[in-house]
Nanobody, 130 residues
Framework: QVQLVESGGGLAQPGGSLRLSCAAA????????IGWFRQAPGKEREGVSC????????TYADSVKGRFTISRDNAKNTVSLQMNSLKPEDTAVYYC???????????????????????WGKGTLVTVSS
């Protein structure tokens, strides 16, 4: 079965860290661009970070630049999102999505735009609170 599964969410204090993982089953992640998106209560889903399939420089939303780092582990078929210096406004459900066609990769990784793909995980909740 082809699917993405996020893990690593939980409760963190402001200034703390969490590491999210996006694991693929049934396909090889390194042939896909992977985007992390998040949705806070009452808000629309927004792009957080993206790494393409050509090892280009990753993209980050301004709100997380310098604090979050996206990376691949091809041996484990996963993409991780290291989140440091967490803030209460980072509280959200975090989702990973995978795309392969050039137009979708451009939209997701250049513009951090949510694209039409059936490769989305179910999300992992991150709560930042003291």
């Amino acid at each position: 079965q082809v699917q993405l599964v996020e893990s690593g969410g939980g409760l963190a204090q402001p200034g703390g860290s969490l590491r999210l993982s996006c694991a693929a089953a049934g396909f090889t992640l390194n042939y896909y661009a992977i985007g992390w998106f998040r949705q806070a209560p009452g808000k629309e889903r927004e792009g957080v970070s993206c790494i393409d399939d050509n090892n280009s420089v990753p993209t980050y939303a301004d709100s997380v630049k310098g604090r979050f780092t996206i990376s691949r582990d091809n041996a484990k078929n996963t993409v991780s999102l290291q989140m440091n210096s967490l803030k209460p406004e980072d509280t959200a459900v975090y989702y990973c999505g995978a795309v392969h066609d050039a137009l979708s990769v451009q939209a997701m990784c250049n513009g951090l735009r949510e694209v039409d793909t059936n490769l989305w995980g179910k999300g992992t909740l991150v709560t930042v609170s003291s």
